[in-house]
């Protein structure tokens, strides 16, 4: 069983920096790809933010956030950061780590594809 624990999120102001991270259970850490999913309020389903390889450090990012987020890997740890820079009242979302046990790369970018989850780090951006 995969464990996921996500820490890092809180009540921020408009632009500032913060740094999400996500640890994962050693044994299928190395064979994972990670991701940031986020749960914006109103909306349904969850969208992803940003993906990593583990095993090649492949990164993939959706368009709109690519340069505003940054997904990064730390094997000493096994844990996988999300950095959010100037941040805006509209990332406001619960923010999940996700894993995928797949060999060699990502699957598709859909939460349906990830097979486990964290509990969810709340972020609040006021202006």
């Known amino acids: 069983q995969v464990q996921l624990v996500e820490s890092g999120g809180g009540s921020v102001t408009a632009g500032v920096s913060l740094r999400l991270s996500c640890e994962a259970s050693?044994?299928?850490?190395?064979?994972?790809?990670m991701a940031w999913f986020r749960q914006i309020p109103g909306q349904a389903g969850k969208e992803v933010v940003a993906?990593?390889?583990?095993?090649?450090?492949?990164?993939y990012y959706v368009g709109s956030l690519k340069g505003q987020f940054s997904i990064s890997q730390d094997n000493t740890k096994n844990t996988v950061h999300l950095q959010m820079n100037s941040v805006k009242p509209e990332d406001t979302a619960m923010y999940y780590c996700a894993a995928a046990i797949r060999n060699g790369h990502c699957p598709n970018l859909f939460e349906r594809y990830f097979d486990y989850w964290g509990q969810g780090t709340q972020v609040t951006v006021s202006s």
């Open positions: 993906a990593i390889y583990i095993g090649n450090g492949r990164t």
């Open positions: 050693e044994n299928t850490y190395k064979s994972s790809c």
